[in-house]
């Protein structure tokens, strides 16, 4: 158990540019979770995988974020034409049995823009 | 929809006293609850959960949480803390058979010697 890698730990982009970030959940987790925290603020909801299906998505999901996960194992997030308001950590959890569990998070990507 | 009020924004005390986190959820269906600890620059780690059963719930590193419906409250305890547990601490709610958490704005938690 090698917990759950986020890559890369940081980025720093400019506005309009296109960001990607990859997930690498626990090996026999068949769930995984993305979430964003702001400065100050607790963690919030993006969407949710079973295996390579995407399950849930948030209303914060616009058109400019995607989520896959090809495989059913690791997950990459993909934010388009970056704005300076997806500053932010984005935090990647994974489960076995979901809320059950509890989950396990990853380290985090913190997303600059500028 | 689900909701989670952390009390205090921060909370200092003195390193070997007592410390509470309060936390109160809204929800009008049945839920688990979580609290979570992130240390700066982390992910978050789970301390301890309320899934049914005994109302009090005991974690890691010391912690134990006492879950309470007719107030709807999660309140997180140690009898005595160390420098080591400066951390943000974060409460959260899931309904069960779902599978989304929703946060509270965490509580700073800080450690005086």
């Known amino acids: 158990d090698t917990g759950v890698s986020q890559d890369p730990r940081h980025k720093i982009t400019k506005r309009g540019q296109n960001v990607t970030f990859r997930c690498d959940p626990i090996?026999?987790?068949?769930?995984l979770y993305w979430y964003r925290q702001t400065l100050g603020q607790g963690p919030e909801f993006l969407t949710y995988f079973q295996n390579e299906a995407q399950l849930e998505k948030s209303r914060l999901l616009s058109d400019r974020f995607s989520a896959e996960r090809p495989k059913g194992s690791f997950s990459t997030l993909e934010i388009q034409r970056t704005e300076q308001g997806d500053s932010a950590m984005y935090l990647c959890?994974?489960?076995?049995?979901?809320?059950?569990?509890?989950?396990?998070f990853g380290s985090g990507t913190r997303l600059t823009v500028v | 929809a689900q909701s989670v009020t952390q009390l205090d924004s921060q909370v200092p005390v003195f390193e070997e006293a007592p410390v509470e986190l309060r936390c109160n959820y809204s929800?009008?269906?049945?839920?688990?609850l979580f609290w979570y600890v992130q240390y700066p620059n982390q992910g978050l780690q789970l301390l301890l959960k309320y899934l049914s059963g005994s109302t009090l719930v005991k974690g890691i590193n010391g912690f134990e949480a006492e879950f309470n419906k007719s107030q709807t409250s999660f309140h997180l305890r140690k009898p005595s803390v160390h420098i080591s547990d400066t951390a943000e601490y974060f409460c959260a709610v899931g309904q069960q058979g779902a599978q989304k958490l929703v946060f509270g704005q965490g509580t700073r938690l800080t450690i005086n010697p």
């Open positions: 929800s009008s269906v049945s839920v688990y």
């Open positions: 090996s026999e987790h068949n769930r």
């Open positions: 959890a994974s489960s076995v049995r979901g809320l059950y569990d509890g989950y396990t």
